[in-house]
């Protein structure tokens, strides 16, 4: 059964600041990982999606890292800004074509400007 | 020109009634998935559909009941509802599974 921990559950930095929030998973057979950003009262927005044979992907300030054979995944977010206030999920498959998504509890970032 | 869309965004009801959810992605998507989020915003999955085929059936009591019509809905029934189902339903979809997932904006059900 996939596990997905995510530590610390809260983070606090100041604006400007580059930061790297953690995710741990038990199953490292997995399919792909996927980080989640969910705003207050909102649904969850799909940020970075790492495929099983890649280590790393990107999109603008945001840099997923993903290491299977730890079971580790990283998402470095360069200069912070007060918008990137959310919670961020990671979740994993328990793997198989047709697996479900494992979430971590997230971790509720807040950028202070 | 909302991808995956549910409706209603609120509930609010009593105890014993019956309500339903309903949801429909634009996005081609093969797969369907209902999840709940509890009040300690902790994100389950509880039923996922393939092509209309139920593929994934979690824990769930059979007070609930999914319902997919065609690949691009998937409605949620609940029956003699109770004050802990009080949570946010989340419909997301996908490619077949488990490819990216694409969420709603979720339905807030209160149940008093």
């Known amino acids: 059964k996939q596990e997905v921990t995510q530590i610390p559950a809260a983070l606090s930095v100041p604006e400007g600041e580059n930061l790297v929030l953690n995710c741990s998973f038990t199953d490292s057979a997995i399919y792909n990982l996927q980080w989640f950003r969910q705003d207050p009262g909102k649904g969850l927005t799909s940020l970075l999606l790492i495929q099983s044979s890649q280590r790393e992907q990107t999109s603008g300030r945001l840099n997923a890292s993903l290491d299977k054979s730890s079971g580790r995944s990283t998402l470095y977010i360069a200069a912070s800004q007060p918008g990137d206030s959310a919670t961020y999920l990671c979740a994993a498959p328990e793997g198989g074509a047709n697996s479900k998504l494992t979430f971590g509890k997230g971790i509720t970032l807040s950028v202070r400007p | 020109d909302t991808a995956v869309s549910q409706t209603p965004k609120y509930l609010v009801t009593q105890m014993g009634n019956d309500k339903s959810i309903k949801c429909e992605q634009n996005l081609g998507h093969d797969t369907m998935y209902w999840y709940k989020q509890d009040s300690k915003k902790f994100l389950k999955i509880m039923f996922s559909?393939?092509?209309?085929?139920?593929?994934i059936n979690e824990t769930v009591p059979n007070r609930f009941s999914p319902k997919s019509p065609d690949k691009a809905h998937l409605n949620l029934h609940i029956n003699s509802l109770e004050l802990g189902d009080s949570a946010v339903y989340f419909c997301a979809s996908s490619q077949q599974g488990p490819g990216e997932l694409f969420f709603g904006e979720g339905s807030r059900l209160t149940v008093l």
């Open positions: 559909y393939n092509n209309k085929e139920l593929i």
